[in-house]
């Protein structure tokens, strides 16, 4: 559980005092929400699709790779990722493709 200082009022007119978290339920599509919120928080919208800096472009580099290594993958699958395994596979692509030793 994680107390907020400041409880939230829902536009149910309920207040919200702490967050309850499921990691384990956390999806490749969390992600996309994820980059979502932080857009909407920091209204960074440059345009920047650098591989080094986006995160979310290096999964797709490391998923289309995997499609060509694996024939029985298709695109679709990688919602099918957890949210860890999907950021494993922003580093596998910086350490193995974009920087590699």
């Known amino acids: 559980m994680f107390e907020l200082r400041k409880p939230i009022k829902l536009s149910t007119g309920e207040e919200v005092k702490e967050l309850k978290f499921d990691w384990e339920a956390l999806t490749f599509s969390d992600l996309q929400n994820a980059n979502k919120i932080k857009t909407f928080i920091t209204k960074n919208v440059d345009g920047s699709y650098s591989p080094k800096l986006d995160s979310e472009l290096r999964i797709g580099i490391a998923w289309v790779a995997a499609m060509r290594g694996d024939s ?20 596998e692509t910086l350490d193995s493709y974009l920087i590699p030793d």
Request: charged share 25%; net charge negative; glycine share 4%.
């Open 72 to 91: 029985r993958l298709a695109l679709n699958d990688v919602l099918k990722l957890g949210l860890a395994d999907s950021l494993a596979l922003a580093d």
